[in-house]
């Protein structure tokens, strides 16, 4: 298996892991609910229900980017993950966020709920906290192997491509930390006797799950209005084009068909000695830069051109108008 075969499967495997996780945690929930009546348990309860929705949307979009090309689609149908991430960020914002928040200041209003039975919602939330923290170590390993510039962990996952791990790590790491707002909520209510930190823990849970769909939303926008590749590949990019046969790069775009697939679009000057082998020339830059992105499925295009002094001027006429 190659390293764009790997990389392809490595979102899969998390996005399973995850899924598997919270039907586990989903149905344990909700017979502490039943049980306890708990606006924390129902919170969380909401949380991975909507979370099994969103891993299953994730395979399916998941199955769609790896449908190839077509008539319709020739670059193939990659941004697919990104179209469907975008519907698990909308689904996290009203299904768990919105609808947390609703059900938590509708029990702090009304504080007339008790919750029963403490201790068995403190077995199932720490019982949770085992699965939940199991699948976030999946997350956590699947990113420390795409994470190959070793980039501080939340710059990894603004610059990340991958939209799938993104989302199984935001999910995790929120469902883990809404988990122990969960346990802190049941403990001091058992303290006290008082409903209230139920529904404050409760209301905190939607809190940060509204948060996370909006981080999760801007990221996708980028990513589904197309984004250029990562510092690090455009500098291996621009390094093949470092060569004495090329006397100017003119321009070069990049954008992300999907994931693991790229369009690169270049213009050069090629050098007077070398303009009649310049056809060797360009299928020479673009082996090299196949071979420096081996994970990635690179659609290259290259025009050879003579330079103009003007060109960015002219470019940026264009764009204004």
């Given at each position: ?158 610059e990340s491509r991958h939209s799938e791990i993104l989302i199984i790590f935001t999910e995790d790491f929120c469902a883990v930390i809404g988990l122990v707002l969960a ?139």
């Amino acid at each position: 298996m190659n390293q764009m075969e790997e990389k392809k499967t490595q979102g899969s495997m998390a996005v399973l892991a995850a899924l598997l996780a919270n039907i586990l945690v989903a149905v344990s929930k909700f017979v502490g609910y039943m049980l306890s009546g708990s606006a924390a348990m129902m919170n969380e309860s909401i949380h991975s229900v909507v979370d099994c929705s969103n891993q299953i949307l994730l395979l399916f979009g998941n199955r769609r980017a790896n449908r190839g090309q077509s008539e319709l689609h020739q670059f193939g149908e990659g941004r697919a993950k990104y179209f469907f991430s975008t519907i698990v960020a909308t689904m996290l914002f009203f299904g768990g966020g919105a609808l947390g928040i609703w059900e938590a200041v509708e029990k702090l209003f009304h504080p007339s709920h008790e919750v029963e039975n403490p201790l068995i919602i403190l077995a199932i939330l720490v019982f949770g906290i085992l699965v939940e923290g199991s699948s976030l170590r999946v997350a956590i390993k699947e990113i420390h192997e795409l994470n190959t510039e070793k980039l501080p962990l939340f710059q990894f996952l603004h610059e990340s491509r991958h939209s799938e791990i993104l989302i199984i790590f935001t999910e995790d790491f929120c469902a883990v930390i809404g988990l122990v707002l969960a346990i802190i909520g049941t403990i001091l209510t058992m303290l006290t006797g008082n409903p209230m930190f139920d529904a404050l823990s409760g209301l905190l849970i939607g809190m940060m799950l509204l948060f996370a769909s909006i981080f999760l939303a801007r990221e996708f926008y980028s990513l589904i209005i197309g984004e250029s590749v990562s510092k690090a590949d455009l500098l291996k990019i621009q390094t093949a084009f470092n060569r004495e046969e090329v006397k100017k790069v003119i321009d070069i775009k990049t954008v992300h068909l999907g994931p693991t697939e790229v369009m690169i679009a270049a213009k050069i000057d090629i050098a007077d000695s070398y303009e009649g082998v310049s056809y060797d020339v360009v299928n020479q830059i673009e082996r090299v830069i196949r071979q420096a992105l081996p994970d990635k499925k690179a659609y290259i295009y290259i025009e050879t051109d003579e330079f103009d002094p003007n060109y960015d001027q002219k470019r940026q006429t264009q764009s204004d108008t």
